[in-house]
């Protein structure tokens, strides 16, 4: 009976986990850390309502089996790559270092397809960094999930994810791209719990397809 620690709840990945994890019989107790109150009433569920810029408040809070982290922002929302930097690298990696500071000895991390500290987009670049400098940590396991283009109803829409949704399943119908093919936050989530659960290395990366196998191990 495990507890598992969730920042980024409120997404699309994120609260697709959560759902999962309070019906999962392997974990006692689900602490979330969010922006807004989730209105999520179940016996599992100790939620963190948080500032995200105040780490000193809510380091002592983050205890537990399992970080589980579906963080992030799109530039639009964020209005500038600076304030994206400072959501899908600084607040994930002060979690993970928090984490890892008080004992909690998974981490499952949502990156993205690419990823890479070289890489010449910005997005990818600072997707690689935040993954090479959570490999440095001391956990005894972690899990880097890279999901390509992601589908499910979202509480924003994103024009560009569903035009992008459309041409590529409109080239898997005729198999091409396949590995690209869009991948429901659902069956990332269901990755995430399943990826913890495995013991075989200290770090393990899936990628793209790799999911979809991932999600239905049971």
Not at 140 to 149: D, Q, S
Request: one cysteine or more.
């Amino acid at each position: 009976m495990k507890t598992a620690i969730v920042i980024g709840a409120s997404g699309l990945v994120g609260s697709n986990l959560v759902s999962l994890l309070l019906d999962d019989h392997r974990f006692e107790k689900i602490v979330i850390f969010t922006r807004r109150p989730s209105l999520i009433n179940h016996k599992k569920l100790k939620e963190h309502v948080i500032q995200f810029d105040s780490s000193e408040a809510f380091i002592p809070y983050v205890k537990g089996d399992v970080l589980f982290s579906a963080l992030g922002t799109t530039i639009k929302a964020a209005g500038s790559q600076a304030n994206q930097y400072l959501v899908d690298y600084t607040y994930q990696y002060q979690f993970a270092k928090a984490a890892s500071d008080n004992g909690v000895q998974n981490f499952v991390l949502v990156s993205a397809a690419h990823a890479s500290p070289d890489a010449y987009f910005f997005y990818s670049r600072m997707k690689g960094e935040l993954e090479r400098d959570i490999c440095r940590l001391n956990f005894a396991h972690i899990r880097i999930l890279k999901p390509g283009l992601l589908c499910g109803e979202r509480s924003q829409k994103r024009p560009g994810e569903w035009i992008g949704f459309m041409a590529l399943t409109s080239i898997n119908r005729i198999g091409l791209f396949r590995r690209y093919r869009p991948i429901h936050g659902k069956t990332v989530a269901r990755a995430m719990i399943n990826a913890n659960f495995l013991n075989e290395k200290a770090h393990q990366v899936f990628e793209l397809d790799r999911l979809f196998s991932l999600a239905a191990n049971h």
